[in-house]
């Protein structure tokens, strides 16, 4: 049985999670949700779909959203979500229904995973107990997810009015564009380019030998995170704080020549 799995990732947290499910289901492929690909979307005709994604200011993240917006879908495939976080799901799983529910398909099962949080402009990394406790959660999560989607298990979870209202009240102010206006580099930056190959929304650019941000921001923070020298900066607020990015995916999984 056909199984595509979409993922967004910026520190690879979704990417592991991508890969751990696809590694359980048979003839599946995995796709990336980029810029590169998203004013180009086959129509898809799986007859499993599912989207991996993170959760940002308790919902999805507006390039996940508009990929779902645009995406010709299978409306008889069985599809699931699996959203990974740091705190809850939030709105997100409501969020694809809706746009599901408007093409005229269903989401069969959601599913949502704990990560190690990765928002750096507003919190210091995970200790690195507090990541393996989380790394190992995941791997159990997995075990517990995969004979669901294999045997095409609907699974319905009732909404929680209260915490919807929150949810939309939080993600009204997530506007991420013009956000990069905050991000600098000090002197370690030596225009490796490394931020540029794996931002998903293509918004940085190496002019001089430096990174200049476009204004089409996702805040995924990959830039800040993946730098191998740690020249990038949000505001003043990360100068002192460690980074962090799964440490079972390679950076070069993320580089855009390496994407679907």
């Known amino acids: 049985m056909s199984t595509t799995i979409y993922y967004f990732t910026g520190t690879g947290n979704s990417l592991k999670v991508a890969k751990d499910l696809s590694g359980t289901l048979e003839e599946a492929k995995l796709v990336q949700i980029c810029r590169k690909n998203i004013d180009n979307i086959d129509s898809d005709l799986s007859e499993k779909i599912g989207f991996v994604f993170p959760v940002y200011f308790s919902g999805l993240p507006i390039m996940v959203k508009e990929f779902l917006e645009k995406l010709q879908i299978n409306k008889n495939a069985y599809i699931f979500a699996v959203a990974t976080f740091g705190a ?5 799983v409501k ?3 809706n746009i599901l529910n408007k093409k005229g398909a269903k989401l069969s099962a ?3 995973i704990a990560m190690p949080g990765n928002y750096l402009v507003m919190y210091s990394p995970y200790s ?3 990541q393996q406790q989380r790394f ?6 997995i075990f517990k997810i995969a004979p669901i989607i ?6 319905n979870k009732n909404s929680n009015l209260i915490a919807n209202a929150i949810g ?9 564009n013009d956000k990069d206006k905050n991000f600098w580099t000090d002197e370690r930056c030596n225009g490796c380019g490394t931020c540029s190959k794996i931002c998903p929304a293509n918004n940085i650019k190496i002019i001089e030998g430096k990174p200049k941000w476009q204004h089409s921001c996702e805040l995924c923070v990959g830039c800040i995170q993946w730098c191998p020298q740690e020249a990038i900066q949000y505001k003043k607020s990360t100068v002192k704080r460690g980074r962090y990015h799964h440490p079972n995916i390679k950076v070069i999984e993320l580089f855009q020549s390496h994407r679907d």
Request: no cysteine.
């Open 88 to 92: 809850g799901s939030g709105i997100s």
């Open 95 to 97: 969020q694809i229904e």
């Open 110 to 112: 959601s599913f949502g």
């Open 128 to 130: 690195e107990e507090k």
């Open 136 to 141: 190992k959660k995941e791997e159990e999560e």
């Open 150 to 155: 294999k045997d095409n298990i609907a699974i």
């Open 168 to 176: 939309e009240f939080i993600y009204k102010n997530f506007k991420p």
